[in-house]
């Protein structure tokens, strides 16, 4: 199958994977953004119809409040009928009062009526607004339901709870009660349910007046409590353990809908025209770039011409032009390698005929320092014995190779043969003290790793000094590492020399290995890791420290 139908197909592929969840996610975050739109509308709407209403319920706890304290009314009902001398009168001023204070109140807006009486007195009279009174409302409000559960809590000057008319037709209402200070008698206010229309009507079917008392218009649905579809706000009146509750569809947006499905088919139907005309601009670009590629490659493959580069192909798009910019980069590092082989391999010509030009047989040279110790002793003199004997072992085991790991015992073995040589040279201007415990001796180090480490603290330490000094050589182990610590007190190095120590890859001609610290340091990590090598410490005038951390592996291990 061709690239480029290859990519159609897959595009196409990751498309239909990636459209329906798409499709759902989209929906899902419209319907929260419309239903937090739609929320944060109808509380503001909510709260202001709320407030409004709340304002004129206020206004009638007011009214019913003043009443209760007004005089002409605990007046009115020091009387015990209205056949009394003076109650007619005294209800009369009453009812003036109630009238005039009502007509600049404004409770009387969806007042019904209001009805003050005494049970078990022969007086009543009443003030009414929307609906007339009959001879037999107070008889009506003394044997009604509400009247009969009335309770005034400690504070309480007005009672307010949902109810129904005295008078017929029997309607939804809202009833406040009051007591006549300092009397048996009751004020009886009825408010038309009509005040709650602005919050009902403004959203039909989803807004709902509830309290202990009843609920208006009607019922909460069930379908509204019990279900997770819908989300509830609530909003308090003044009437107490009164609220108004507002249902509202949590997914407003149906994609069956008509619009939904419109919005649907539209969509995807641009989705995939645009996924196609992507996918075919996409495999004609790739097609025609690679193609360019693999003449360039081949072209390479055949002339062998690998110094060759085409930096037309590094421009373009950076995916694109990175690629191609790789592969001049790998044209020209094949070219160098190349080279650089050849350069190696003519050196390596030359130096096996240099080698084999120099080449000395080394059973003649054991032999002949053998003899040299031999005549040495025979002549009694010790310090070309020690030197003789101390080199023989240098060059047997110099012989075997220096990259191969022995024991720590073995290893001051050898350095032991080196220091033989070394105090006839320099006559006991220095003494070795070792500090190696019994158990660390069968760990291994690499050969010849402490012998660089003590030629540089007898010649750049204890020499220039111009006095006697001591190397002290100590190991320990820390967890898995193994420290060995070579330390003079020589001349030692101040901070700068410290910081750059290991810069300096040159090394004495008198040394016996031409093995400097920094190649110490890097044959070190190249066997063991990067996180282990030399350390240094010094004091400027007093010593110098060298610390060797390498992995603690014990021999046979």
């Known amino acids: 199958m061709r690239l480029r139908t290859r990519i159609i197909i897959s595009v196409l592929i990751c498309f239909i994977a990636v459209w329906l969840p798409s499709v759902i996610i989209l929906f899902s975050y419209m319907n929260k953004e419309v239903y937090r739109l739609s929320r944060d509308a109808v509380s503001s709407q909510m709260e202001s119809a709320v407030s409004s209403v709340n304002d004129e319920l206020f206004a009638i706890i007011d009214a019913v409040a003043w009443i209760s304290d007004e005089k002409s009314v605990s007046d009115a009902f020091a009387f015990s009928s209205l056949d009394d001398r003076g109650a007619a009168v005294a209800v009369f001023e009453a009812q003036q009062r109630i009238a005039a204070y009502m007509a600049a109140s404004p409770a009387s807006e969806h007042l019904n009526k209001i009805v003050l009486f005494s049970p078990g007195k022969d007086i009543s009279f009443e003030f009414v607004r929307w609906r007339s009174g009959t001879l037999y409302d107070a008889d009506a409000i003394i044997a009604s339901e509400s009247f009969r559960n009335l309770s005034f809590p400690e504070g309480v000057v007005v009672s307010m709870m949902f109810g129904r008319t005295i008078n017929d037709p029997s309607e939804m209402a809202i009833i406040a009660y009051g007591r006549v200070r300092n009397t ?270 003590v030629e540089n603290a007898i010649f750049h330490g204890i020499e220039p000094s111009g006095r006697c000094g001591t190397i002290r050589i100590s190991a320990v182990k820390e967890g898995d590492v193994l420290c060995i610590s070579v330390c003079d007190d020589g001349v030692g190095m101040d901070a700068d020399g410290l910081v750059h120590i290991l810069d300096v890859r040159e090394h004495s001609k008198t040394d016996m290995t031409g093995v400097g610290l920094r190649n110490i340091n890097e044959r070190i990590k190249l066997v063991y890791g990067r996180e282990y090598g030399l350390s240094f410490e010094s004091e400027k005038g007093r010593y110098m420290k060298v610390t060797v951390r390498i992995k603690a592996v014990k021999g046979g291990v």
């Open 184 to 453: 048996e008698a009751y004020i009886y206010a009825e408010i038309s349910a009509d005040i709650l229309s602005p919050i009902i009507e403004a959203y039909p079917g989803y807004a709902y007046a509830v309290s202990e008392s009843g609920s208006y218009p009607e019922e909460v649905p069930s379908s509204f409590l019990n279900s997770s579809s819908y989300a509830v706000s609530s909003y308090g009146l003044a009437m107490p353990g009164a609220e108004v509750l507002h249902f509202q569809e949590r997914m407003p947006l149906s994609l069956m809908s008509s619009s939904g499905l419109a919005v649907l088919l539209v969509v995807s139907a641009a989705s995939i025209l645009l996924f196609i005309l992507l996918s075919f601009l996409l495999s004609r670009y790739l097609t025609r770039v690679s193609s360019r590629l693999v003449r360039h490659i081949e072209y390479l493959m055949d002339t062998k011409d690998f110094g060759y580069v085409d930096k037309t192909m590094e421009k373009g798009d950076e995916e694109i032009a990175s690629i191609a910019h790789a592969v001049n980069a790998m044209s020209i590092s094949i070219s160098e390698l190349l080279k650089r082989n050849e350069a190696l391999f003519e050196d390596k010509k030359r130096m096996e005929i240099d080698m084999l030009q120099m080449q000395v047989n080394p059973h003649f040279l054991y032999n002949t320092l053998e003899s040299m110790h031999y005549l040495a002793e025979v002549q009694r003199n010790e310090g070309i014995a020690r030197m003789s004997r101390g080199l023989s072992t240098l060059l047997r085991n110099m012989a075997k190779g220096s990259s191969d790991q022995i024991t720590l015992a073995e290893e001051l073995s050898l350095l032991g043969d080196y220091d033989s040589i070394q105090q006839v040279r320099y006559m006991g201007m220095y003494e070795i003290e070792y500090d190696v415990p019994d158990d660390l001796m069968g760990f291994l180090i690499q050969k010849f790793t402490l012998q660089p480490l």
